[in-house]
């Protein structure tokens, strides 16, 4: 766990879901196959056939497992059963409540969820409804921001919360490097969440990047 990788991955960073139109399957293949979480973004509407086409393209450009992000203030009913249809390896939600019948209805299908959270009331609602990971997301995060707190009082707690329920917390906001992952590994965190380092390589194909290149390893060191 940890430095070495949460939920069955190589390592312990997550590429967060960016918006429904920056984190395409270019970016999350270039994750993926670098041993990463990768997470592409479902739509802001209903559009189960559009995203079920950007899983098929993100699967031919990596054979690794990957998430998709799902906002859930938005409509995301068919779009999540595409999601569970498909069967990526994680729905990572956020920006609303995932109960305990839909976590279960995701494991039947063998898919994973991952919620991020900004509080430690809404981490302890997604422990409770038996999630495999928590995302605690702090007020310095890019993008859709829930947190009202800083990483550094708002994560430890989360930390004891769930301490002997053995869910990964993985911290997000405002880490940029190597040190910020191992300052957030001495809080208690098991795994990073990065959304705006990843931004800068949001558009391989402008860029010239491929999908093979290992991002992860160029933000490690
Ligand atoms: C451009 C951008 C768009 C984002 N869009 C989403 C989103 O659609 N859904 C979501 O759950 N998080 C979204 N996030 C938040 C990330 O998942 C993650 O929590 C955050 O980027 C971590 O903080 P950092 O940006 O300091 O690395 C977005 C972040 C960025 C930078």
Known sequence: MGWKGVLGFEYGIIQGPLGPDISGPELVAAVANAGGIGTLRAPDWESPDYLRGLIRKTRSLTDKPFGVGVVLAF???????AILDEKV????????????????????AGVKVVHQVGSLEDAEKAMNAGVDAIIIQAKNA?????GQDGLFTLLPRVVDLVAG????????????????????????????CLGTRFTKYSNFSTFGFT????????FMW
């Open 165 to 192: 329920h053995d869910i990964p917390i993985i911290a997000a906001g405002g880490i940029i490097d190597a040190r910020g992952y191992v300052a957030a590994l001495a809080l208690g965190a098991q795994g990073i």
């Open 75 to 81: 409509p995301h009913k068919e779009n999540i059963k």
């Open 211 to 218: 999908p093979n290149q290992s991002v992860l390893l160029k």
């Open 142 to 146: 890019g993008g859709h921001v829930l």
């Open 89 to 108: 390896a994680i729905l990572l939600v956020s920006w609303g409540e995932y109960p305990n019948e839909l976590v279960s209805e995701a494991h039947q």
